[in-house]
Nanobody
Framework: QLQLVESGGGLVQPGGSLTLSCAASEVSLEKYAIAWFRQVPGKEREGVSCMSSGDQTISYSDSVKGRFTITRDNAKKTADLQMNDLNPDDTGDYYC??????????????????????????WGQGTHVTVSS
């Protein structure tokens, strides 16, 4: 399993922007699909965005499409989530997750329209985002 560390969370006003970063230690991200999930107390963990490694399939949840952008840098072992036009519904704990890709499957298996947390075996500790005026 990878060790993942998120950073970049904080307090932002509605309409503002934040960039979350996920750093992997020791191992290259080259063979991993990387995803961002978020969770609010009392609600299920929600898949926000995902980018596969091999074919670089990208997916976003409907709630963030057009506002969030996922990027990755395999050489730097990092993955970022640029979040724009934030609103209070974006408040929550954001988690970076990684899945070692099986070459039998293409990127859509991991980065589908609705992400499946059980496919991702490595998780960070999370970073909190509060969107409030």
């Amino acid at each position: 399993q990878l060790q993942l560390v998120e950073s970049g969370g904080g307090l932002v006003q509605p309409g503002g922007s934040l960039t979350l970063s996920c750093a992997a230690s020791e191992v290259s991200l080259e063979k991993y699909a990387i995803a961002w999930f978020r969770q609010v107390p009392g609600k299920e963990r929600e898949g926000v965005s995902c980018m596969s490694s091999g074919d670089q399939t990208i997916s976003y949840s409907d709630s963030v499409k057009g506002r969030f952008t996922i990027t990755r840098d395999n050489a730097k072992k990092t993955a970022d989530l640029q979040m724009n036009d934030l609103n209070p519904d974006d408040t929550g704990d954001y988690y970076c997750a990684a899945a070692l890709e099986n070459p039998y499957y293409d990127g859509r298996y991991y980065c589908s329209a609705v992400l499946a947390p059980f496919l991702f075996e490595s998780w960070g500790q999370g970073t909190h985002v509060t969107v409030s005026s």
